[in-house]
């Protein structure tokens, strides 16, 4: 079956340290996107990709990076910058890029900083 | 500015009564306006969406959205709901053409229905 998997589920990172979550599709899908969620809050746009070798920062793109080196894959590393990392975080994608078909999403990383 | 609001955090209703989430949206042009629902511990599914055509719109789960422009809302609705639609439920607009549009999200409303 096509879908988004989203790798690991839950994730623990230390102080300082970079940590990377892994976003893989397989519906051949021209854009992906990576959403941050908090409790009580919409979901905000990190960083998207509407074609590979290309992405634009959304939002709240500080202590973030994205690569796309090809369609099926968009990890999205946290870095050491981003002071409150621990969120749940969402990768989705779309057809094209403007996304009138609708997005698909992954099940979600729920990383915590111990 | 694109803006879209879900006045209610939380909507209660009992199983077999109608139910409404409401949603009202802001954009500069013609909206675009999408409907997702997310379980605990799950991405969002996409129910439905208008982009143009019929006030109308019918989606997955027997819900139902209606587009009113005059009052720029878009509520989904389900003539008679069930304990598994008991969920979070987000609305999204864009700005309708072909321009480089991000969807906006509203907060969400976390729906419970009561056997």
């Known amino acids: 079956d096509g879908g988004i998997t989203q790798s690991p589920k839950y994730l623990f990172r230390k102080e300082g340290q970079n940590v990377t979550l892994s976003c893989e599709q397989n519906l051949n899908h021209d854009a992906m996107y990576w959403y941050r969620q908090d409790p009580g809050q919409g979901l905000r746009l990190i960083y998207y990709?509407?074609?590979?070798?290309?992405?634009q920062k959304g939002d709240i793109a500080e202590g973030y990076s994205v690569s796309r080196e090809k369609k099926e894959s968009f990890p999205l590393t946290v870095t050491s910058a981003q002071k409150n990392p621990t969120a749940f975080y969402l990768c989705?994608?779309?057809?094209?890029?403007?996304?009138?078909?609708?997005?698909?999403f992954g099940s979600g990383t729920r990383l915590t900083v111990v | 500015a694109q803006s879209v609001a879900q006045p209610e955090d939380q909507v209660n209703v009992a199983e077999g009564n109608p139910l409404t989430v409401k949603c009202t949206y802001s954009?500069?042009?013609?909206?675009?306006l999408f409907w997702y629902v997310q379980y605990p511990n799950r991405g969002l599914q996409f129910l439905l969406k208008?982009?143009?055509?019929d006030n109308l719109v019918k989606g997955s789960y027997g819900f139902e959205a209606e587009f009113n422009k005059s009052q720029t809302s878009f509520h989904l609705k389900k003539p008679s709901a069930l304990v598994s639609d008991s969920a979070l439920y987000f609305c999204?607009?864009?700005?309708?053409?072909?321009?480089?549009?991000?969807?906006?999200w509203g907060a969400g409303t976390k729906l419970i229905i009561k056997p």
């Open positions: 989705a994608s779309s057809i094209e890029g403007r996304g009138n078909y609708g997005y698909t």
């Open positions: 999204a607009v864009r700005e309708g053409g072909d321009g480089n549009y991000q969807l906006i």
């Open positions: 954009v500069s042009g013609n909206p675009y």
């Open positions: 208008y982009i143009t055509g």
């Open positions: 990709s509407q074609i590979v070798n290309d992405f």
